[in-house]
């Protein structure tokens, strides 16, 4: 089976900006506060009005070719894809994937406090939907994951890295989830990033001294694509048919 994991850099092209885009100011929002458990606290008119306005700015993105192949992959290759994204806009599903795995969440859906039933919103306002469906209440938040929450849906990750032989990690810098100890699972991956990225986390020299020598990088030199077997160096877009010349390659050896 192949675990496919994307990051920004795979909606990138399709012009879905990150807090990473904004030097921590989004459109005049501080990052921190409207996108941790602290500010929602503090906040929730400010978080709510947030992410009305991401909904909103979701509603004219395209899915771009990167997109497109990830939905060709799965028909292609039916139950054989672990298609995990850190995205929480709705592209690869508008590109025709059915079964994506959003790690932080999903824009489009509003989550209860109560009963934590989750429900499709589209592009609307929060406010439009005041109450959930199932229990009536009236907590409702959106169904993004802020930092200082817990991700349940990185079970996944767990869950296909025992299932997959085949890794492919398409535009992300590793910031937020670590893709270096994932890699080191695989014999076999590909990385797709425009451009090569420091390995910079604490992690690297903890598990570098207690692991053997072979394993060492030293400081300074360590890049994320050294953990993996092919690096593509450019945007997802413009990967698209290397990348699947290399998948087929690699399932017509199974
Ligand atoms: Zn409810």
């Known amino acids: 089976m192949i ?72 028909k292609m290759y039916p139950n054989k894809i672990y298609n995990l994204t850190q995205n929480v806009d709705n592209l690869l599903e508008k590109a025709g994937c059915t079964e994506v795995t959003h790690l932080h969440g999903t824009l489009t859906d509003l989550r209860c406090e109560d009963c934590n039933h989750i429900w499709d919103v589209g592009y609307h306002s929060q406010e439009e939907y005041g109450y959930c469906p199932l229990c ?6 959106h169904n993004v994951v802020m930092f200082g929450e817990a991700a349940p849906a990185y079970e996944k990750i767990y869950e296909a890295i025992s299932n997959c032989k085949l890794l492919i990690a398409i535009g992300t810098s590793g910031q937020v989830i670590d893709i270096v100890p994932i890699a080191r699972e695989f014999q076999h991956s590909i990385l797709i990033n425009p451009k090569k990225e420091e390995y910079m986390t604490s992690f690297t020299k903890e598990t570098s001294a207690s692991q053997t020598a072979t394993a060492c990088l030293s400081a300074g030199d360590d890049f994320i694509d050294d953990y993996f077997k092919h690096f593509l160096q450019m945007g997802a877009g413009d990967a698209v048919e290397e990348m699947q010349a290399l998948i087929e390659e690699f399932m017509d050896e199974r």
């Open 136 to 141: 009536e209440s009236t907590s409702v938040r």
């Open 3 to 74: 675990m496919i994991i994307s990051g920004a850099g795979l909606s990138a092209e399709s012009g879905i900006k990150t807090f990473r885009d904004h030097d921590g100011l989004w459109e005049n929002y501080d990052v921190m506060k409207v996108c941790s458990t602290q500010g929602w606290e503090a906040d929730r008119e400010l978080v709510t009005q947030f992410y009305n306005a991401r909904r909103k700015d979701l509603e004219d993105k395209e899915p771009n070719a990167a997109h497109f192949a990830l939905a060709k992959l799965e």
